[in-house]
């Protein structure tokens, strides 16, 4: 099993930045993202990236938001510029492993207007 910690959450004004850490308890050879979900919505994705560095990303968000990993800390990212209101959202890390799609616990952004 396999264990991820979201962090970095919080609460900041249109336009600013926040940048969300996961951790795995373990090491994660496949694809990792980040998903949201609002209230009243669907989870959804933000971004996806493979262990080779390879991304995609939501239109809603990109040219503003940066996923990245670091393989040796068994870490993935995502870096949030340029926050809009309907950014806010719980934020849940996930990881493929055996063929199951694993997610943290979830961490609140909230974006002020």
């Known amino acids: 099993q396999v264990q991820l910690v979201e962090s970095g959450g919080g609460l900041v004004q249109a336009g600013g930045s926040l940048r969300l850490s996961c951790a795995a308890s373990i090491r994660i050879f496949n694809t990792m993202g980040w998903y949201r979900q609002a209230p009243g919505k669907q989870r959804e994705l933000v971004a996806r990236?493979?262990?080779?560095?390879?991304?995609n990303y939501a239109d809603s968000v990109k040219g503003r938001f940066t996923i990245s990993r670091d393989n040796a800390k068994n870490t993935v990212y995502l870096q949030m510029n340029s926050l809009e209101p309907e950014d806010t959202a719980v934020y849940y890390c996930?990881?493929?492993?055996?063929?199951?799609?694993?997610w943290g616990q979830g961490t609140q952004v909230t974006v002020s207007s």
């Open positions: 990236i493979t262990r080779g560095g390879s991304t």
């Open positions: 996930s990881a493929v492993v055996d063929y199951l799609t694993r």
